[in-house]
Nanobody, 112 residues
């Protein structure tokens, strides 16, 4: 059983930055890919970014390339999402994911 807990969401103005964190417990996640998804009101959940266990390039959705950066800290069993140059359309609930496990989500609202 894996528990994922996100934090770091909030209200930010367009052009601002936020850093999301996801802390995992219950299992060592060193050998699993970790990812971030988001779901905006009235829309389906979509993949934002993921990072594998290898040194391969992380994946980013086209909509966030160049603005978001994913990283992981295996020593802390955590994954992060640095979000810069935020846009109104980035407003959504952001979820951390590992295999079949999901966090409870953290709200990100970009508004002036």
């Amino acid at each position: 059983q894996v528990q994922l807990v996100e934090s770091g969401g909030g209200l930010v103005q367009p052009g601002g930055s936020l850093r999301l964190s996801c802390a995992a417990s219950g299992s060592n996640l060193d050998y699993y890919s970790l990812g971030w998804f988001r779901q905006a009101p009235g829309k389906e959940r979509e993949g934002v970014s993921c990072v594998t266990t290898t040194d391969g390039s992380p994946y980013y959705a086209d909509s966030v390339k160049g603005r978001f950066t994913i990283s992981r800290d295996n020593a802390k069993n955590a994954v992060y999402l640095q979000m810069n140059s935020l846009k109104v359309e980035d407003t959504a609930v952001y979820y951390c994911n590992c295999q079949i496990y999901w966090g409870q989500g953290t709200q990100v609202t970009v508004s002036s």
